[in-house]
């Protein structure tokens, strides 16, 4: 096989499988791991994919991407809903705070939040920093609102600055629902940009109790910015198991695992 065929090739199976260690290509291709790392320089500097340790990614898959909050609503819809579902099972009845993180399953739980309050409900104060979140409790249902505020970063709709940290730090909710790009049972938590990572550890710091609503697109990945350890969640909620390695360091972490 031609080496331009072979970059091709590489490049589909890596973009299909979104990575591929160095190892599984080598014997795929029938190579040394020394050709597949001269390949994957190479495609790296046509933008096919990015290098990570052992292997490759898909190029939309680097650290610092993050797709705007209209093209994540239309991803993994089912899957969300059941993760929210089991989400909204946690919420405490009678009088209590809860904090709603922004992102797409978040948005997800306040939606259904909304549409189920009922007498269970009717005490809950939910606080949030995310306008679309804001939104959803305001216009769909009596339960209490406090809004976070700060500025608004435009890809999320979200609070973020001193003023937003500031206002969380204050604060000391029942529950916090947050988001993440991406679990790992080495780096933890994270999402790709500083300033939402900041309010991410504001929250997960105020909060008597975390639960991290993250689907499984997202377990065993890494993006920039760490803001949370996995010791410092208490409950994930996915929809599929945890690979073996990272089911590992949650029970170590000794976080409760929910499969929706």
């Known amino acids: 096989m031609f080496a ?5 090739k590489i490049g589909e199976l890596v973009a299909a499988k979104n990575r591929a260690t160095v190892g599984e290509l080598a014997d795929r291709f029938d190579i040394t791991k020394e050709t597949v790392r001269r390949d994957l320089a190479t495609l790296e500097q046509q933008g096919v994919l990015r290098r990570v340790h052992g292997g490759a990614v898909a190029a939309g898959r680097a650290s610092t991407s993050e797709q705007s909050l209209g093209s994540r609503q239309l991803q993994r819809h089912e899957e969300k809903q059941r ?3 089991k989400a909204l099972e946690l919420i405490p009845a009678g009088p209590a705070s809860l904090v709603i993180d922004a992102g797409t399953t978040t948005e997800q739980l306040a939606e259904l939040l909304a549409s189920e309050s009922n007498g269970r409900h009717e005490d809950l104060l939910v606080i949030t920093h995310a306008v679309p979140i804001a939104f959803r409790i305001s216009t769909g249902s009596k339960l209490q609102l406090e809004m976070i505020g700060g500025r608004v970063r435009g890809l999320t709709s979200a609070g973020i600055g001193a003023r937003t940290l500031e206002q969380f730090a204050a604060l000391r909710p029942d529950i916090a629902f947050i988001g993440a790009n991406g679990i790992d049972a080495g ?11 900041a309010v991410k550890t504001a929250i997960v710091r105020c909060a008597r109790r975390v ?38 360091a949650l029970e170590a972490a000794d976080v409760e695992v929910v499969v929706a």
């Open 187 to 197: 780096f933890g938590l994270s999402t790709p940009d500083a300033l939402e990572a």
């Open 211 to 248: 639960v991290a609503l993250v689907d499984s697109s997202k377990l065993e990945e890494e993006t920039l910015v760490r803001f949370a350890g996995l010791e410092e969640i208490d409950t994930l909620i996915t929809d599929t198991a945890p690979p073996a390695a990272l089911a590992e």
């Open 83 to 85: 993760i929210v579902r």
């Open 4 to 8: 331009a065929e072979r970059h091709r």
